[in-house]
Each structure stands twice: as structure tokens, then as C-alpha cells.
């Protein structure tokens, strides 16, 4: 009887090491995805604010460039109008 209480308290431990293993490892697989989907977040988002920054300077380029074109095509009709007055 004193034998099978033995197995029985050797049986229980290795159950509890085992559980703690699977415990232990499956606890680090989820902080290591939890980890990879942070990361692949956080550089998804840098992603969008790096394009957005981008389209807002092209914005500002072309803003600038049209507001050009439209001085020229103010001064270019003045001009075409000088010339013909002076012949």
C-alpha cells in the first residue's frame, strides 16, 4: 500500500511538471504573437502616417503649382491685350 502511494505521489508530480511545461510554453507562444502582431501593427500604422505625410506634401507641391498657372494665366492675358493696343 505504501508502494502505491508512491506511484500515486510520483504520477501526481509529473502531471503537475508536465502541465507547468505546456502552461509555461503555450503562455510564451502567445506573448511571442502577441509580440509579431504589435510589431506588424505599429509598422502598418507608420506605413499610413508616412504616406500621409507624402500625399500632403504632394498636395502642398501641386497646390503651390497651380496657384503659379494661375498667376501666369492672369498676367498672360494682360500682356496678349498690351501687345495688341500697342500695334
Known amino acids: 500500500m505504501a508502494n ?5 505521489g510520483v504520477l501526481t508530480a509529473l502531471t503537475a511538471l508536465a502541465a507547468g511545461y505546456i502552461t509555461a510554453r503555450a ?3 502567445a506573448a511571442l504573437g ?3 502582431t504589435v510589431a506588424v501593427a505599429e509598422a502598418l500604422r ?3 502616417e508616412r ?3 507624402t500625399y500632403r506634401e504632394m498636395m502642398g507641391c501641386a497646390h503651390a503649382f ?3 498657372t494661375w498667376q501666369i494665366d492672369d ?5 496678349t491685350a498690351r501687345r495688341r493696343t500697342a500695334c
Open 27 to 29: 503562455t510564451s507562444r
Open 75 to 79: 498676367v498672360t492675358p494682360r500682356a
Open 66 to 68: 497651380f496657384e503659379i
Open 46 to 48: 507608420e506605413q499610413r
Open 4 to 8: 502505491s502511494g508512491l506511484w500515486v
Open 51 to 53: 504616406r500621409r505625410a
Open 34 to 36: 502577441q509580440a509579431r
